[in-house]
């Protein structure tokens, strides 16, 4: 089983960057794809932004330009860079197998929350 820890959420302005984290332990890592999800109060949970094992990487149109997904498979970990970030990014971010199928538990999460 997939174990994921996110970190990297925080408090920041409109307009501001934060940069987050997920460690993945589990040996389909290097050859999964992955993904980031983030879920905002009374809303579904939704993927913002997706990597092949090859680095190939698709976007949300909400996201698309400001946000950019990478990944380090020697240290099995996927990151999500943030920029020129708004209140309405302001959710809980997970990090995930894609697609949503393959998904069979989430880890704890991390908060962003973006002041207007």
């Known amino acids: 089983q997939v174990q994921l820890v996110e970190s990297g959420g925080g408090l920041v302005q409109a307009g501001g960057s934060l940069r987050l984290s997920c460690a993945v332990a589990g040996s389909i890592f290097s050859g999964t794809m992955m993904g980031w999800y983030r879920q905002a109060p009374g809303k579904a949970r939704e993927l913002v932004a997706r990597?092949?094992?090859?680095?190939?990487?698709n976007y949300a149109d909400s996201v698309k330009g400001r946000f950019t997904i990478s990944r380090d498979n020697p240290k099995n970990t996927v990151y999500l860079q943030m920029d020129s970030l708004k209140p309405e990014d302001t959710a809980v971010y997970y990090c995930n197998l894609v697609p949503l199928q393959l998904v069979r538990s989430w880890g704890q999460g991390t908060q962003v929350t973006v002041s207007a």
């Open positions: 990597i092949s094992g090859g680095g190939s990487s």
